[in-house]
């Protein structure tokens, strides 16, 4: 339902989900040039021919899951406890995202011998955790609105 807030929250989630996506989430750098350009779809490097370029669809699956949970919980309004428990699973997996996306960032860090490379997070890369946060106020709002029809069932 539309006239329900925690509606526009999962809704906010979802855009920041699906744009999380398609933005870059950061750079590995050496200091003085970039070397790779890395997504939730894949480290392309600079030049493209050097270095392979690598996949992190593991990072991009999550965040589909979470953009269709979030959807999936808009109409799941009927059971306002389901729709919590689709909530809780949405931020536990916003949580394993920034740990497969530090994992990644260690894992496909270019080892070379002469240079000294780093991650450069991204603007970009705390998308995630403002849907997380965006979830969690909905979360909040379906657990008021529980309570509030416990409150008046037993009133009756």
Known sequence: MIQRIQTLYLLAAFVLAVAAIFLPIGTFTNGVADIAHASC???QPVDGITAPSYTVLPLAAVL???????????FAFAN???QSRLC?????????WYILYAVCAILFLPHTVDEEVHFVPSMYAVL???ALVAILLARRGILADEKL????ERIR
Do not use: K, T, W
């Open 128 to 130: 995630p955790l403002f």
């Open 149 to 152: 029809v416990r409150d008046s």
């Open 88 to 96: 809780l699973f949405s931020i536990m997996l916003l949580i394993g």
């Open 41 to 43: 779809l894949c480290v």
């Open 64 to 74: 589909a899951a979470v953009a269709f949970l979030s959807i999936y919980a808009i």
């Open 80 to 82: 306002r406890r389901y």
